[in-house]
């Protein structure tokens, strides 16, 4: 029995869309404390919770 029928995609793969961005940001000691702090509470490197916080800050 042959399986029904499935279009394969032509041409070329599309490119997965790519999310990373360097952010330079400068953070004073009492700043980069509360990213640690918050970074730990919510189970996350510090690195990823400031992308996250700065992602959600911008209207969509």
């Not at 042959?2 to 869309?17: C, N």
């Not at 990213?35 to 800050?57: C, G, M, N, W, Y």
Request: net charge positive.
């Amino acid at each position: 029995m042959k399986p029904l029928s499935v279009k394969r995609a032509r041409g070329r793969p599309k490119k997965a869309t790519k999310y990373t961005k360097t952010i330079n940001v400068r953070l004073t000691q009492e700043q980069w404390l509360k990213v640690l702090l918050e970074a730990q509470k919510a189970h996350l490197e510090p690195s990823v919770f400031i992308r996250k916080t700065i992602l959600d800050s911008f209207p969509r």
